[in-house]
């Protein structure tokens, strides 16, 4: 299994940007899916953008047109770039592989990255 670690959140004033990064362990990181959850407070953990192996990009309605993911497999990293970010983006920021319709792949989970917008 590969180990994720996440960083890059903080507190943003709405209409913000973040960055955030994933960097994974693991020679077998480039023939993953990713993806990029977030869990809000007393909220289920739901996906926020995927990206294949390949390259091909998914995104929550929700984010569409604002968040961006990238990959670079030659540092094993994932990116999430937030834009016009809004209170309702607040949570905490997950990253694991995807499997079958973009649902978490591995059963543990890194510790995340807090993103909270707010004025």
């Known amino acids: 299994q590969v180990q994720l670690v996440e960083s890059g959140g903080g507190l943003v004033q709405p209409g913000g940007s973040l960055r955030l990064s994933c960097a994974a362990s693991g020679s077998s990181f480039s023939g993953y899916d990713m993806g990029w959850y977030r869990q809000a407070p007393g909220k289920q953990r739901e996906l926020v953008a995927g990206?294949?192996?390949?390259?091909?990009?998914n995104y929550a309605d929700s984010v569409q047109g604002r968040f961006t993911i990238s990959r670079d497999n030659a540092k094993n990293t994932v990116y999430l770039q937030m834009n016009s970010l809004k209170p309702e983006d607040t949570a905490v920021y997950y990253c694991n592989a995807a499997g079958s319709r973009w649902r978490p792949l591995f059963p543990s989970w890194g510790q995340g990255t807090q993103v909270t917008v707010s004025s």
């Open positions: 990206i294949t192996s390949g390259g091909r990009t």
